[in-house]
C-alpha cells in the first residue's frame, strides 16, 4: 500500500490485467473471499494451543485404550499400533500420522493454491472474452453505420439521376405542348377570321341595291380569296405525342445492385 499511492496504475500478478486504485487505496481492491478463508483457517491453526490438538487424538475402535498414532499406507487409513502388530494391518506398511498429515496437508495447500490460480486464469479469460464481446458490439455498430452511409450515398446519385431524366422529359414535354397549343391559336385566329368574313359576306349577299353591293363586293372578294390561299398546312408530324423514345432499361443495375457484397481479403 506505501508503494502504490491512491490513482496508481499497477499489473495484477495473476492475470497481468491493469488495476486503478481509487482512493480507497488497496482497501478498495476486490476481495478474494476462498483466499481470505484460507488464510483464516491457517491463523486459528496457528493461535491453537498445542496441548488442544493434542487432546483431539482420536482412539481407536478395535483398540479403545490406543490412540491412533500411525497411518496404513496401502489401506489408506489411520490406525493404532495394537492393529499394526496384531490386527488388519500387520502385514501393511504404516508411516507415522504426524508425517502424512503433513504431507497431505501440504498436498492439500498446494492443491487449493493450484485452484486458486486457475480460479484467477479463469477471471482473466472471462475480463478478457467480456472485452471482445464489447468490441465486437463496437466494431459492429461501426460497420453498421458505414454501410447504411454508403448505401444513403447510392439512393443519392439514384435520386439524382432520377432528377435530371424526369427534368429531360418535363423540357421536351413543355417543348412540344408549347408547338402545339401554338398551332391550335393560329388555327383559332384563322378560324375565327374566317368566320367573321362569312358573316360579312353573308350580310353582302342580302344587299338589295347593285351599286351599293358593288362598291364592297370587290375587296370582299379579294379578302375571301386571300383567305382560301392562306396556308393552313402546318401541323405536328405523325407520332410527334409519342414520349416512348424517354423509356430507360435499369435491369442490368438492378442486378449489379444485387450483387453488392463485403469486400474480401
Given at each position: 500500500s506505501s508503494a502504490v499511492p491512491s490513482g496508481g496504475r499497477f499489473r495484477c500478478p495473476s492475470c497481468r490485467h491493469e488495476v486503478v486504485l481509487d482512493r480507497h487505496g488497496v482497501y478498495g481492491l476486490q476481495r478474494n473471499l476462498l483466499v481470505e478463508n484460507i488464510i483464516d483457517i491457517y491463523k486459528q491453526e496457528s493461535a491453537r494451543p498445542l496441548h488442544a490438538k493434542a487432546e483431539q487424538h482420536l482412539m481407536c475402535e478395535e483398540h479403545e485404550d490406543e490412540r491412533i498414532n500411525i497411518y496404513c499406507l496401502r489401506c489408506e487409513a489411520p490406525t493404532c499400533s495394537l492393529c499394526?502388530?496384531?490386527?488388519?494391518?500387520?502385514?501393511?506398511?504404516?508411516?507415522?500420522?504426524?508425517?502424512?498429515?503433513?504431507?497431505?496437508?501440504?498436498?492439500?495447500?498446494?492443491?487449493?493454491?493450484?485452484?486458486?490460480?486457475?480460479?484467477?486464469?479463469?477471471?482473466?479469460?472471462?475480463?478478457?472474452?467480456?472485452?471482445?464481446?464489447?468490441?465486437?458490439?463496437?466494431?459492429?455498430?461501426?460497420?453498421?453505420?458505414?454501410?447504411?452511409?454508403?448505401?444513403?450515398?447510392?439512393?443519392?446519385?439514384?435520386?439524382?439521376?432520377?432528377?435530371?431524366?424526369?427534368?429531360?422529359?418535363?423540357?421536351?414535354?413543355?417543348?412540344?405542348?408549347?408547338?402545339?397549343?401554338?398551332l391550335i391559336r393560329q388555327y383559332g385566329d384563322h378560324l375565327e377570321a374566317s368566320s367573321k368574313l362569312v358573316e360579312s359576306a353573308i350580310q353582302a349577299m342580302e344587299e338589295p341595291q347593285m351599286a351599293l353591293y358593288l362598291q364592297h363586293s370587290k375587296e370582299l372578294l379579294k379578302k375571301i380569296t386571300d383567305m382560301s390561299k392562306a396556308s393552313m398546312s402546318s401541323r405536328p408530324e405523325p407520332g410527334y405525342e409519342n414520349m416512348d423514345h424517354f423509356s430507360i432499361n435499369v435491369d442490368y443495375v438492378a442486378e449489379m445492385l444485387r450483387t453488392i457484397e463485403f469486400q474480401t481479403g
Open positions: 499394526k502388530v496384531f490386527g488388519a494391518h500387520k502385514d501393511c506398511e504404516v508411516a507415522p500420522l504426524p508425517a502424512v498429515y503433513q504431507r497431505q496437508k501440504s498436498e492439500l495447500s498446494d492443491g487449493i493454491a493450484m485452484l486458486v490460480a486457475g480460479n484467477d486464469r479463469i477471471q482473466a479469460i472471462i475480463t478478457q472474452m467480456e472485452e471482445i464481446c464489447h468490441t465486437i458490439e463496437e466494431n459492429g455498430r461501426r460497420q453498421k453505420q458505414h454501410v447504411g452511409l454508403r448505401f444513403d450515398a447510392l439512393y443519392g446519385i439514384l435520386e439524382e439521376r432520377k432528377k435530371e431524366l424526369l427534368q429531360s422529359i418535363a423540357a421536351e414535354q413543355e417543348a412540344k405542348l408549347q408547338r402545339v397549343r401554338g
